[in-house]
């Protein structure tokens, strides 16, 4: 099961260390700011694995650092 807390905090973390702002990743990833809001605050409870996929490219990440599997 996945941890949201864990991935919100992730997620905010890693943009952060890159200097993005919401705005520029929705942009970066195609993904939407809402949803990238709703996910940093743990409040999106579906996240589609092509939204993970798209998360973990755009930040050159892998999915264990970034979901903890």
Not at 4 to 11: A, D, H, P, V
Not at 22 to 45: D, L, M, P
Request: aromatic share 8%; charged share 35%.
């Amino acid at each position: 099961m996945m941890d949201y807390e864990f991935l919100g905090n992730n997620l905010k973390r890693l943009l952060k260390e890159k200097s993005w702002s919401v705005k520029e990743f929705s942009k970066k990833s195609g993904i939407g700011e809402r949803t990238i809001r709703e996910i940093i605050q743990a409040k999106r409870r579906k996240i589609r694995m092509s939204t993970l996929y798209l998360l973990c490219t755009t930040l050159k990440t892998t999915m264990k650092e970034l979901v903890g599997f």
